[in-house]
């Protein structure tokens, strides 16, 4: 028995030590002393191309190579860094790891006290002189062949409105609505076919959405949240819903889309528009000591051709 | 609350019928045809069973007069009247019960969210298959049970083939039209959405537009299976060495009990584990200052298959003949000694097996890795890094491909290749039980490590070798060659010689790999509930669903319902089918034969297939071809096909165990088979059927990557039925840690899936151990 007890104090003492070594070495870094981790969002979401499309060197004596054209070169077959699923995934990551840097849609970090969103060029996100290519296209989609159930009808009436604007541009977007008039709720459910209004799509757009949602059961009387059915999975969702890709037989319409890649504004048995315009912000975590980043030294991370915050930070 | 699908109880059957048949014609013709349709329909129910009434009682008649016992007797009658009754009732009974049944099905799948179509297929196969059961019951009451119990166990058939076909069917296309070895052996995967490759365009390498080709994620999957292996394996075999033969008697039974209890925590709160507390640590030590990599996912999924690999290669050494121990030490050797050379090697074919079902999960686990592997699409290329397995490219895509498109078809054929590989670890699996049950392990062996390891070891370097773009790589060259030796995971034969010289160091590290199990386990269940016991209260439990945005506050209880739905309907579907197909293999087929074989492959295969392999199957058959959209429907059907192997298996050691007596003593005394299964046989099994309903149950509470496909994957209000989307707790919690300002409540959920875990694993031991005496008792 007392050897026994002997090697369970050998196991303890050794496991402690492990794990004492290592959040010893955790605490010991700054920022500044360690390598960047360069997070991207999954290729195929509209806020990858926007980004891939946007970010670009100035060095090369006028040809501007974007990270898009950048990707397409031989032998450049991925960014640097890591990927992350869907702008939460983003989010999450960066909010844990101290030497991170990411990109996501403005509105939904800006509040965010263990994020710090990065100013570009000088410019912080919204003023005239950020990079106007950082803007991107919400897209709603809704299948053209059915007339939709009344009241995802009145839904897409109420997000058009100017109590829709007023929502979305107290969240921070731009409204991309042309001439919003104001929306006025039967003041009883329509009837006939009921039944919840599904809305599906992508993670981009989801924070907006769900004010909207919330926006419509406190401005229509008769609405309760049950009335709405509700999966951010994804733009290829929505673009599945929108084109009447979820319609079954004689099942009513009751499905909108939405999209964050302004692409999909031409998608076959759909018809689209544009709801906000979003800025995507360059986001790092909190300890990080850099307020300010410029579009060459973006592109430098994200080929991997910079790899210390040191470097970044004196620069 | 109103009834948001009350449009589906308000439509008369025969007119939607009407509907379907003439849709584009005019309200006035619509009208005429349903009143004739209502006329005839009603005119046929209305003569039709008197008919039947006279019919039933010529045949009943005829029964009892010619004392005839089987439908081949009356098929062999002379009596024509008597055929005219037969074949009629047989024919309309089967009519008017798949009519009625329609109708019941229909009226019922309102509620579930089921097509018209769909609803009538289903009833009217249970109708005939009902009707054809009764009416062989009334002249033969053993062969109608007999077909029943067969039915059921072809479920298991049917699945397998359905998720093949439809996997093949959507995914084969884009590999062919990439060109198979292409798709499986170029080295580029690009997606770009402005310039995706289409339909029968030549894949040029180079180029804007983008490439499908899943090299890099198939190395990434060995390589992820490996580490797991390696780090997972080797804990697990030196644990359970430890359990069985070193460890104090009284810590034994918490030990083994706490290992199981690792088996029941989510994948999620793994993967959140990994991301959240190893990531930044192992951060420190990388080169690159990222801990994301194949360090980091051999780390996790380690944890993971620790469970696996230490009950398994447990029993095996467990059931080493005690006489081998004795031998040993009778000739003078210390236990060390005895344990390492002569117990563990007789136990080597079990552990290989556990080792190579290990490799199987680890191949199959999804939302784990996608959290800490790094998720880029290149090959995996030294520790730190960041890659992608075949199931992250999956789920990672899968969301942003556009239905019909060559990037979809290439995702699909993903899964193609995932089930390929697994099936290959499967029949390896069942070629060393095979082996092993006939004692030709010596044999077996060296055959596995010249078929398996030897061209695995060359590819591995190959794949190294090749890939020269950056100087660093000649260590990670020789990392492979030297180090990095495979065989020593496999088989314990280097173990075995290190142990020649130093049992009892081998001893104390197996002593401190039992530690850092318990410590794995520990860390984690503490690190979850030390953050999140203390943010689960009422509300958060049972708060009304007051909206989605951000001001609103979340509430757990349309998650705790929808779970609940849905472990109600997968328990429906599963646990009986399962009950049924092991009643069948075990008491009417005999062992080898070839409908056994046949149903056990089956069931095996569907055992082995990964849960994201059954999410899209989910996907492309139930939420798309048969349009029951994201839904607690389709999820909890591809479920319940995943929980029928463990369904099936449990049940069958169950029934294997009862005595071959009981089934004896019972027909001496006169009862029939279908008597004795029910009354004797699945009695004496019950303590095993609950315990595997108990851990059913567990299974479903943490399956989170296929519902993710099938059922949905935001926090949403309370479903209205079975119809609407939603979110399980483990989903929720997933949900919940993506969203800012979220965490207090995602650990919250987090801590009740792990309490609901901790409960259910020790109410399964206490009520296994309860009924277990109490039928020794009687």
Redesign the interface.
Do not use: C
């Given at each position: 028995m007392k050897k026994l007890t002997k090697l369970f104090l050998l196991m303890v003492v050794i496991i402690v030590s492990i794990v004492a070594v290592l959040g010893f070495t955790a605490c010991a870094n700054d920022v500044i002393d360690m390598q960047i981790i360069a997070v991207s969002r999954e290729s195929g979401s509209g806020t990858r191309s926007q980004w891939d499309s946007s970010i670009h060197n100035n060095l090369d004596g006028g040809a501007r190579v974007t990270l898009a054209s950048w990707l397409a070169q031989p032998g450049n077959s991925q960014l640097a860094g890591e990927m992350q699923n869907g702008q939460p995934g983003v989010v999450t990551r960066i909010r844990s790891q101290r030497n991170a840097i990411g990109y996501a849609s403005l509105s939904a970090v800006e509040n965010d006290s263990n994020l710090r969103v990065l100013n570009i060029g000088g410019f912080a996100p919204g003023a005239t002189g950020y990079p106007t290519a950082l803007a991107r296209d919400y897209v709603i989609l809704t299948y053209e062949n059915v007339d939709l159930l009344p009241i995802s009808q009145l839904f897409l009436d109420f997000i058009q409105s100017t109590q829709g604007q007023a929502i979305v541009e107290g969240e921070g977007y731009d409204f991309s609505v042309s001439n919003p008039i104001p929306f006025t709720a039967p003041t009883s459910r329509p009837s006939g076919q009921t039944g919840p209004v599904q809305v599906r799509g992508s993670t981009s757009v989801e924070p907006v959405m769900q004010e909207l949602i919330d926006g419509f059961v406190a401005a229509v009387s008769w609405a309760v949240v049950g009335d709405f059915d509700f999966q951010a999975g994804g733009s290829g969702q929505g673009v599945t819903a929108g084109s009447g890709g979820t319609i079954q037989g004689s099942e009513p319409n009751r499905t909108i889309g939405m999209s964050s890649n302004a692409a999909h504004i031409d998608t076959a048995n759909a018809s689209t528009f544009f709801l906000a315009q979003d800025t995507m912000a360059v986001i790092v975590h909190r300890d990080n000591p850099l307020t300010n980043i410029t579009m060459e030294q973006l592109f430098a991370i994200y080929t991997g051709a910079a790899t210390a915050w040191r470097d970044i930070i004196e620069a | 609350?109103?009834n948001?699908?009350?449009?589906v109880y308000h439509t008369h059957f025969v007119e939607?019928f009407m509907?379907?048949l003439d849709?584009n014609q005019n309200i006035e013709t619509n009208l005429n045809a349903r009143k004739i349709s209502r006329i005839f329909f009603l005119a046929v129910l209305g003569f039709l069973p008197p008919l039947l009434i006279m019919a039933y009682i010529k045949i009943k008649r005829h029964k009892e007069n010619s004392n005839a016992s089987s439908l081949l007797d009356f098929a062999k009658s002379n009596d024509k009247r008597l055929l005219i009754a037969l074949w009629f009732t047989i024919v309309w009974t089967c009519v008017l019960a798949s009519t009625i049944s329609a109708f019941v099905v229909y009226f019922i799948a309102g509620w579930f969210g089921f097509?018209?179509?769909l609803a009538f297929i289903i009833a009217t196969v249970l109708a005939v298959a009902i009707n054809v059961l009764t009416l062989v019951a009334v002249f033969d009451k053993e062969l109608s049970f007999k077909i029943g119990f067969l039915v059921s166990a072809i479920v298991a058939i049917v699945a397998v083939f359905a998720i093949f076909f439809f996997l093949i069917l959507e995914g084969m296309p884009a590999i062919r039209d990439v060109g198979f070895f292409r798709f499986i052996f170029g080295?580029?995967?690009?997606?770009?959405?402005?310039n995706p490759a289409v339909w029968g365009h030549d894949p040029t390498?180079?180029?804007?537009r983008s490439v499908y080709n899943i090299l890099p994620m198939v190395v990434g999957t060995i390589v992820a299976a490996i580490g797991a292996l390696v780090i997972g394996g080797g804990l697990g075999v030196l644990t359970a060495i430890c359990i069985v033969w070193?460890c104090?008697k009284r810590l034994k039974p918490f030990v083994s009990q706490a290992i199981t209890l690792l088996a029941g925590i989510p994948s999620v709160i793994f993967g959140f584990f990994g991301?959240?507390v190893l990531?930044?640590?192992l951060?420190?030590?990388?080169?690159?200052?990222?801990g994301?990599g194949p360090l980091a996912v051999a780390i996790v999924l380690g944890m993971m298959i620790l469970p696996t690999v230490v009950a398994i290669s447990k029993n095996s050494i467990e059931a080493v003949n005690q006489s081998y121990y004795e031998a040993g030490v009778a000739l003078g050797a210390s236990k060390e000694r005895t344990v390492f050379k002569a117990v563990v090697p007789a136990a080597k074919s079990g552990i290989l097996a556990s080792l190579i079902l290990g490799i199987g999960r680890a191949v199959g686990e999804t939302m784990a890795v996608?959290m800490v592997a790094?998720?880029?699409?290149?090959m995996p290329d030294g520790l730190f890094q960041?890659f992608r397995t075949l199931t992250v490219n999956i789920?990672?895509?899968?969301?942003?491909?556009?239905?019909g498109s060559l990037?979809?078809g290439a995702l699909v054929g993903t899964g193609v290749v995932l089930l390929g590989f697994v099936l290959i670890i499967n029949i390896v699996f069942n070629f060393i039980k095979r082996n092993n049950n006939s004692n030709k392990e010596s044999i077996i062996i060296p055959t596995i490590k010249r078929i398996v390891c030897k061209p695995f070891v060359l590819v591995c370097s190959k794949v190294f070798k090749n890939n020269t773009?950056k100087a660093d790589n000649s260590d990670i060259i020789d990392i492979v060659k030297k180090d990095f030796n495979f065989e020593s995971a496999i088989s314990t034969s280097l173990l075995t010689r290190f142990i020649n010289v130093l049992p009892k160091i081998t001893k104390?590290i197996s002593?401190?790999m039992?530690?850092?199990s318990l410590?794995f386990l520990g860390s984690i269940i503490l690190y979850v509930l030390i953050n999140g016991l203390g943010h689960i209260n009422w509300g958060l439990l049972t708060g009304d669903?007051?909206?989605?945005?951000?001001?609103?506050p979340v509430t757990l209880r349309p998650a705790i319902i929808t779970t609940l739905m849905y472990i109600l309907l997968t328990s429906v579907i599963a646990f009986p089918l399962g009950i049924l197909t092991a009643v069948f293999l075990q008491e009417y087929t005999k062992r080898g034969s070839k409908v056994a074989k046949i149903i056990e492959l089956a069931v095996e295969t569907l055992a082995g297939t990964p849960s994201i392999v059954y999410g899209l199957f989910g996907m492309i058959l139930f939420?798309?071809i048969l349009?029951l959209?994201?839904s607690i429907t389709s999820g909890s059907i591809v479920v319940a096909l995943m929980t029928l192997p463990l369904t099936v298996r449990a049940t069958q050691e169950g029934l294997k165990s009862v005595p071959d007596t009981y089934r004896e003593g019972s027909y001496a005394l006169g009862a029939g088979k279908v008597r004795t299964i029910f009354r004797v046989v699945i009695p004496s099994a019950l303590p095993s059927i609950v315990t595997m309903i108990i851990l059913g149950v567990g299974r479903m509470v943490a399956e989170t990557a296929s519902l993710?496909f099938t059922m949905?994957?935001?926090l949403?209000?309370?479903p209205?039925g079975y119809a609407?989307?939603g979110t399980t707790l483990a989903v929720a919690f997933y949900a919940l840690?993506?969203?800012?300002?979220r965490e207090n409540e995602a650990f919250a959920a987090a801590s009740i899936l792990i309490l609901i875990v901790l409960v259910l694993n020790i109410g399964a031991t206490l009520i296994a151990s309860f009924l277990k005496k109490k039928t020794i008792a009687s």
């Open positions: - | 609350m109103q948001v699908y009350g449009y939607l509907d379907i849709k097509p018209f179509i080295r580029t995967w690009r997606h770009d959405p402005n390498y180079g180029g804007a070193f104090p991301m959240q990531l930044p640590l951060g420190n030590i990388s080169p690159t200052g990222n994301s996608i790094g998720n880029v699409a290149v960041p789920v990672f895509e899968m969301a942003y491909s556009e239905p990037h979809q773009t104390i002593f401190i039992l530690g850092f410590f669903f007051t909206g989605f945005g951000r001001n609103h939420v798309t349009g959209g994201l993710m949905g994957s935001s949403g209000p309370d209205v609407s989307s840690v993506r969203t800012p300002g």
